[in-house]
């Protein structure tokens, strides 16, 4: 399946967005680690409210609610990750496997870990990656070392299951650490079932052995998905254009919030309807234009924007130099490869000269304007669709990925006024 998307000339628009999936999935396991229930007792009203509908998310609920022998979790990095951690402290065995992209995913440091402290894991297949078979038992947990700069979701996984370990947990990090603010996003979320945990030194983090409670939670929407809408508002460049998100914060804990100060240097401003910081309320967009020479900028903390602003810079010609995507790598795809082989479909050449960078210095060629691939990648697919202001008639390829993390995407854009043609 291919879409062609033609843009409106203005936009007036209110969209849904989609609730954040990481903090869906965040409270899906410590939901389970507080002994919730998924169905058929009085305890399932507990449930979180406002769960993302997302691939991602309904394989986590699916598996948590059905606990069966093999677990298939497709392309969903975050179930890979956070129920390694969630099966090694639960009785029962089970084998977690995934797609072939996922089994090609390192998930050695954090089987490593677990294993310090006595889980029985082992690999079905190669040695570091899924598919893993897990054999559930109460571990001591304790002092262990993981590196930082791999995956934020391997030290999420290991917080998350802290407070039931019977010694608690000490978590050094033994390296820089990349996405930090995933792992605070993890750390408010386990506050807010009860739990006891903080970073007690710079490299160090500390969660006491105090059981989670149970109780009612809100899921907030999601700010990575509100950064295509930044892009569109960006991209239409006029001040007559009006869009209102739904459901998100101003004292958003998602580290993806940043978006609304990166787009305001270009001109995008953030109004929201309540001042009320810890509640989700109702968020306006509008644009004053405004000539960027060049934009620099460290994504280590939020790597899922790196996309949105790769395309968004490269539609509107300025020049930039990111660092910090050296995750991007290891996603669904190699991210940064992906960007340089699309962009050049739009007559863009963009460099990297290590895995840490990727830039435009303004190096063109002969633009091809072949249908844009998306590699199985939700982020490729919606980075790219808000493009199609400056690129009218602009074809994805498999849109369908973005029901991984935003499955009314497509909705979205039609309710903002853009034409989509299936082909």
């Known amino acids: 399946m291919q879409y062609k998307i033609f843009p409106p000339e203005n936009i007036d628009a209110t969209v849904g967005l989609t ?31 406002n769960l993302s509908v997302c691939d991602d998310t309904t394989v986590l609920l699916n598996a948590l609610r059905d606990m069966p022998d093999v677990i298939d979790i497709g392309a969903s990095g ?15 065995e089970h084998v977690l496997t995934g797609n072939e992209r996922m089994q090609q995913r390192p998930i050695g440091e954090l089987v490593d870990a677990l294993r310090y402290f006595g889980a029985d894991i082992e690999y079905v297949g190669n040695a570091g990656f899924p598919p893993l ?40 990090l033994t390296t820089t650490t990349v996405s930090r603010s995933y792992i605070d996003l993890t750390l408010w979320a386990m506050s807010e079932y009860g ?28 700010w990575t998905a509100a950064s295509y809408w930044y892009a569109i508002s960006l991209l239409l460049n006029n001040r007559t254009s009006r869009i209102v998100m739904k459901g998100l914060m101003d004292g958003s804990k998602q580290g993806d919030s940043v978006v609304k100060y ?30 960027l020479p060049r934009l620099e900028y460290n994504f280590v903390n939020s790597p899922d924007l790196a996309q949105t602003l790769i395309a968004t810079c490269c539609a509107l010609e300025i020049p930039f130099r990111f660092t910090g995507v050296q995750s991007l790598h290891i996603k669904e795809t190699d991210r940064v490869e992906a960007m340089k082989t699309e962009m050049r479909k739009l007559g863009l050449v963009l460099h990297n000269d290590n895995d840490n960078d990727i830039y435009w210095d303004g190096e063109k060629c002969q633009p091809s304007l ?39 995407f497509w909705d979205d854009m039609r309710t903002a006024g853009f034409r989509i043609e299936e082909i």
């Open 19 to 49: 609730s954040s999936k990481s903090i869906s999935n965040r409270a899906l396991i410590i939901h389970a680690l507080a002994g919730g229930a998924f169905s058929g007792n009085d305890k399932a009203d507990v449930l979180p409210a």
């Open 78 to 92: 975050t179930a890979m990750r956070f129920l390694t951690a969630y099966l090694a402290v639960t009785p029962g």
């Open 133 to 172: 078979r897990i054999r559930g038992r109460k571990l001591d947990g304790g002092h262990v070392k993981i590196a930082g700069n791999i995956s934020s979701q391997f030290i999420s996984a290991m917080l998350m299951i802290g407070p039931t370990l019977k010694n608690g947990l000490s978590l050094h």
């Open 195 to 222: 739990a006891e945990a903080e970073w007690t030194d710079v490299d160090t983090i500390t969660v006491s052995p105090k059981p989670y409670k149970l109780c009612p939670y809100i899921i907030e929407n999601d």
């Open 262 to 291: 990166i787009f305001n240097l270009m001109g995008v401003r953030t109004a929201f309807k309540s001042r009320t910081s810890n509640k989700p309320t109702d968020v306006l967009l509008t644009t004053r234009p405004c000539t």
């Open 370 to 408: 072949e249908p844009i691939d998306t590699y199985d990648d939700h982020r490729t697919a919606m980075a790219f669709a808000p493009l199609a202001v400056k690129h009218p008639g602009l074809t994805i390829r498999d849109p369908e990925v973005v029901s991984k993390s935003y499955p009314k």
